[in-house]
């Protein structure tokens, strides 16, 4: 490992530490205390729909779709399901916000609009992205060369013993 990756790691474990740091001291100082055991299960729901539904569908898609897709898809695709994964995490939190609103100045515009914008934005991105890399004069994926090169030296190794 090079000195400026340690030096990367380095500086982001501080300031991801630092705001962390600043996160709980903001949250225990704004966040009253009768409100602490609904926080708490959110919290909680949060981490079990992760590793309940989202990890597995991640897994999941990564193990069926991606390897029926050219090479050339797959840098853009895992980008843009990453994108549209976080959308549709934010999606939730806008219909539920503008469902239940008091102020209009909240979600002062249309939710469903917002996201279907922000949807074909994303699927634009991606395509945009798998032709850019279909452009590229280095062609192929990271992983399917990275595959070639090992069995490439398997092979020239000879028989094992």
Do not use: K
């Not at 740091?21 to 966040?31: I, N, P």
């Not at 102020?103 to 934005?121: K, Y």
């Amino acid at each position: 490992m090079s000195a400026g990756v340690r030096w990367s790691r380095r500086v982001l474990l501080v300031g991801g530490a630092a705001l962390i740091g600043f996160g709980l001291w903001t949250a225990w100082s704004t966040v009253p205390s009768s409100q602490w055991p609904s926080a708490l299960v959110w919290l909680a729901g949060g981490v079990v729909v992760h590793d309940a539904v989202l990890a597995p569908l991640a897994v999941a898609v990564g193990a069926w779709v991606l390897p029926r897709v050219p090479p050339v898809w797959r840098g853009p695709l895992r980008g843009g399901l990453l994108a549209a994964g976080t959308l549709g995490v934010l999606a939730i939190a806008l219909v539920a916000g503008a469902a239940d609103r008091r102020n209009p100045s909240v979600v002062p515009q249309d939710p469903l609009a917002a996201i279907a914008a922000a949807a074909i934005a994303v699927v634009i991105g991606a395509v945009v992205g798998a032709f850019l890399a279909g452009a590229r004069p280095r062609g192929g994926d990271p992983d399917a060369d990275r595959a070639t090169s090992v069995s490439r030296a398997r092979r020239s190794a000879g028989p094992r013993r």
